[in-house]
């Protein structure tokens, strides 16, 4: 009866790695194919935008606070009843006025729901509140 190099009651010094490897490999691989799949989710129809203008194509007036408390209406200055006179003329001329807040990140936070408050007032619905991406400065 031929041995090979070693006896068969000899113990191995070396352990072969590749087959474990290669078993780690197939299943890192059914991993990453499994987690992919469980991710995409549902195939749904999703619903279509309308072809209406959006407020930043339309005449959208621009409320800004400034970090002192300023109100700028576009990019003039005024107080909070100069604001109320001419929002209300312009909700007046359209009824669909779209508006959108820019507040400081330092303003105060009462000085921003004045604001809101005083469009609420004026039954102005069509209202959006500017924020910067994460990320910008």
Do not use: C, W
């Given at each position: 009866?031929?041995?090979?190099?070693?006896?068969?009651?000899?113990?191995?010094?070396?352990?072969?790695?590749?087959?474990?490897?290669?078993?780690?490999?197939?299943?890192?691989?059914?991993?990453?194919?499994?987690t992919?799949?469980?991710?995409?989710?549902?195939?749904?129809?999703?619903?279509?935008?309308?072809?209406?203008?959006?407020?930043?194509?339309?005449k959208?007036?621009?409320?800004t606070?400034?970090?002192?408390?300023?109100?700028y209406?576009?990019?003039?200055?005024?107080?909070?009843?100069?604001?109320?006179?001419?929002?209300a003329?312009?909700?007046?001329?359209?009824?669909e006025?779209?508006?959108?807040?820019?507040?400081?990140?330092?303003?105060?936070?009462?000085?921003?729901?004045?604001?809101?408050?005083?469009?609420?007032?004026?039954?102005?619905?069509?209202?959006?509140?500017?924020?910067?991406?994460?990320?910008?400065?």
């Amino acid at each position: 009866m031929a041995e090979g190099p070693k006896g068969d009651n000899e113990p191995y010094d070396d352990i072969n790695i590749t087959p474990m490897v290669d078993l780690t490999f197939v299943l890192l691989i059914i991993f990453i194919i499994m987690t992919t799949a469980a991710i995409q989710g549902l195939k749904v129809d999703l619903p279509k935008a309308s072809k209406a203008p959006s407020l930043a194509e339309s005449k959208t007036k621009a409320i800004t606070i400034s970090a002192d408390g300023q109100i700028y209406l576009d990019t003039y200055a005024v107080t909070l009843d100069q604001l109320e006179g001419q929002l209300a003329s312009m909700k007046a001329a359209n009824p669909e006025l779209p508006v959108v807040v820019k507040g400081d990140a330092a303003v105060q936070y009462q000085t921003v729901i004045d604001v809101l408050d005083l469009l609420g007032r004026l039954d102005i619905t069509e209202v959006g509140l500017v924020t910067a991406k994460i990320g910008k400065a």
